[in-house]
């Protein structure tokens, strides 16, 4: 996938520079992954040399943070989640976690951004994740499993569903609301501890 070659002028403020290098990195990540793509690249692609980059960015993650601070609020997600957390409500902090992922209307950029973010080990959303998971067993609401696979599992399991349909054209059949909730149910359902039941004795003599 070739990326357009961002055009420059010789009186470019700082503010145009930066947003220049953030439409070619935004391009290019889209296109190749956070991995895959190189601060050479990004800096050919804008038009600038590779020192003017590190200028403004001091490293590739910092470059990619910004990308996503211009397209989502991710600060404001995790703020809701963590408030979710705090309450114990396993239901909304995985309802939005998945409502992030699933939802209508997403800048395709974003959405390979947001897709090779998760496929190459985004650390943002597995680590709240896990850690979350990890106070649930804690204090003995979820069943004793690994963390880490656990969120692995859950953010594998919305960022395919996106795959399919927004990568692929799969067509759903249900409403992003609908799907959202289907997939937090057979989630928590498979991760919840059952509450023990009593049972009755029959008053037989042995």
Do not use: C, W
Not at 31 to 53: D, P, R
Not at 101 to 126: H, Q
């Amino acid at each position: 996938m070739s990326v357009p070659r961002i055009a420059t002028t010789s009186r470019i403020t700082s503010q145009e520079r930066q947003a220049s290098l953030i439409a070619a990195a935004a391009s290019l990540f889209a296109a190749k992954g956070f991995n895959g793509t190189t601060t050479k690249e990004i800096a050919k692609a804008a038009g600038v040399s590779e020192a003017l980059v590190f200028k403004y960015f001091p490293t590739k993650r910092a470059l990619y943070a910004a990308i996503l601070a211009e397209k989502v609020t991710v600060s404001a997600l995790l703020g809701a989640v963590e408030e979710a957390a705090k309450k114990r409500d396993d239901h909304r902090v995985f309802s939005l976690i998945a409502s992030y992922r699933i939802r209508p209307g997403v800048d395709p950029t974003l959405l390979r951004l947001l897709l090779f973010s998760a496929l190459e080990g985004d650390k943002i959303f597995y680590e709240h994740v896990a850690a979350y998971v990890r106070t649930r067993i804690d204090e003995g609401a979820f069943r004793d499993v690994d963390p880490l696979l656990a969120a692995r599992a859950f953010i594998g399991m919305v960022v395919h569903h996106r795959l399919l349909h927004e990568i692929f054209g799969v067509p759903m059949h249900r409403s992003h609301e609908d799907t959202v909730e289907t997939y937090v149910e057979l989630f928590l359902h498979g991760l919840t501890r059952p509450t023990p039941t009593r049972t009755r004795s029959t008053g037989r003599a042995s």
